[in-house]
């Protein structure tokens, strides 16, 4: 059984979704440990309360960036987390975050990476003018928004659209995106060579 832990800081509807397919059985042999937000009115908690998960919260306010990851990490070990996913984490992990999960932390990212990391992705692509929009879901490391990627989704992007129709649409995609990315890297047939993440097939 792969225990997953979920890191917010807001309304938590990729939370949601990824809660939705473990329960049905579609991202199988996992369960969510624990929900841990860093801010103290992040919708997603109340989510998790509701459905009857552990949810923390662990404030980061006026906090050094190290201290509040080694309170999170403690909680995550406590919990027997094994692949950490952050959905809407609005804080950037410290290197001494990233290295205890090597390759065990994922990230959402509404903007087809490399194009639009950082704040606000969706209006940044809707103002740039992209034709094609997206989601990522990539490994965490020590950069912003930049680990190998697990899985894109394309949305285009179209005439009628304004930042916000587009953003509803990615959030779409982002629902589908994450628990296929959890599913790849569960059942670990892959490798990563540089940056590209490559399915093996098994042997036999
Ligand atoms: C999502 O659109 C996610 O991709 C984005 O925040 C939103 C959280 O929504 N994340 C980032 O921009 C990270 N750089 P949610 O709380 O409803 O899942």
């Not at 969510?32 to 992040?42: P, T």
């Not at 923390?56 to 692949?83: F, N």
């Not at 940044?124 to 899985?151: N, P, S, W």
């Not at 953003?167 to 590209?196: C, M, P, T």
Request: aromatic share 6%; net charge negative; proline share 4%.
């Amino acid at each position: 059984m792969h225990n997953l832990g979920i890191l917010l800081s807001g309304r938590g509807s990729n939370f949601e979704a990824i809660a939705k397919n473990v329960a049905a059985g579609r991202i199988p042999n996992a369960r969510i440990a624990v929900v841990i937000s860093n801010k103290l009115d992040a919708g997603g908690i109340e989510i998790a309360r509701r459905l009857g998960l552990h949810a923390l919260v662990i404030p980061s306010k006026g906090k050094d960036r190290e201290q509040h990851d080694r309170e999170v990490v403690a909680a995550l070990q406590e919990h027997k987390v094994d692949l950490v996913c952050l959905a809407g984490y609005m804080r950037l992990l410290s290197p001494w975050f990233v290295q205890q999960f090597p390759h065990r932390i994922l990230n959402i990212h509404p903007s087809l990476l490399p194009a639009f990391p950082g704040l606000e992705a969706q209006q940044q692509a809707f103002a740039y003018g992209v034709k094609v929009a997206g989601c990522t879901v990539h490994f965490v490391d020590e950069e912003l928004d930049h680990g190998a990627i697990i899985v894109q989704k394309t949305v285009p992007v179209l005439d009628g659209d304004d930042e916000h129709t587009l953003a509803e649409r990615i959030l779409e995609q982002e629902h589908i995106a994450y628990s296929e990315a959890i599913n790849v890297v569960l059942e670990g047939k892959f490798d990563v060579v540089g940056r590209r993440l490559v399915r093996t097939v098994a042997a036999g």
